[in-house]
């Protein structure tokens, strides 16, 4: 028997708690952005709110989207030209936008820094990486000391991705700051903290000096890799909340 539907507004609610949305500080508004269909029968899962996710998730008959990367950042813009065609494709297609950014990076059980940790078979023993008072990343540290090579060995496999290292630090990886998408520039913050290793998504050239200089190792293992993770996580959480079945919707940039 198939389950029975949730009422849109139970599912924004329990979204808005368990993420903790209004405790979170973010450029991006995050929680429910374009109210679609009342009930949900299923979920989709994509990194970007895209005209080609919105497709996707409406040829997989979901009604309910959550995306990390949502319609607006710092302020809403004006409906026109690509954002026109977002939005109407959302509402032409009754679909509900729910997005979820800082939140979602920074959840202790099905955030993305936390599920990274929990690919790589690291142990979370701290945060670190204060944006307005809040710690986005994540302090992990190996079962035992790994070659930099075996460790980002690892990462490939476990992400499909290419690992690109600067190893400006020690050779064996002990103590990893993890921050998915786009962490570099707390490159110094891990070093503070202790750690030997930063992971995180996208390279930033203002961020090489500081991390070489501090003798950190950086690891980008790619902005959209590291931020698939937690929506994939965050989707097997609700199908054993609520029973609702979900789809993660590929949409890989090369970034």
């Not at 949730?6 to 500080?25: K, S, T």
């Not at 032409?92 to 936008?97: E, G, I, M």
């Not at 690992?163 to 990886?173: D, E, I, S, W």
């Not at 190792?217 to 079945?245: C, K, M, S, W």
């Amino acid at each position: 028997m198939p389950k029975p539907p949730v009422h849109r507004d139970e599912l924004v609610a329990y979204l808005d708690r368990y993420l903790r949305v209004a405790a979170i500080p973010d450029s991006s508004p995050n929680g429910l952005q374009v109210q679609g269909a009342e009930r949900v029968r299923r979920i989709a899962y994509g990194v970007d709110a895209s005209l080609a996710t919105f497709t996707a998730a409406t040829k997989a008959r979901a009604g309910f989207l959550i995306v990390h990367h949502g319609l607006w950042w710092g302020r809403h813009e004006p409906i026109v030209g690509v954002m026109h065609g977002r939005v109407q494709a959302l509402i032409q297609d009754n679909l509900s936008l729910y997005a979820a950014h800082l939140p979602l990076d920074c959840h202790p059980e099905v955030g993305n820094n936390a599920e990274l940790a929990r690919l790589l078979s690291l142990k979370v023993t701290g945060t670190f990486g204060d944006y307005k008072g809040v710690e986005i990343g994540v302090i992990a540290t190996t079962r035992r000391p790994l070659h930099m090579a075996a460790f980002a060995g690892k990462i490939e496999s476990a992400l499909s991705t290419r690992a690109n290292v600067h190893a400006f630090g020690a050779a064996q990886v002990r103590r990893v700051a993890i921050v998915s998408g786009s962490g570099a520039m707390l490159a110094e913050a891990a070093a503070r903290a202790g750690c030997d290793t930063l992971l995180t998504g996208e390279s930033s050239h203002a961020a090489m000096h500081p991390a070489r200089e501090s003798h950190i190792n950086l690891i980008f293992a790619g902005h959209y890799a590291t931020e698939t993770v937690g929506l994939q996580a965050l989707d097997r959480h609700l199908q054993r909340r609520f029973g609702l079945p979900g789809v993660f919707l590929p949409a890989p940039t090369g970034y």
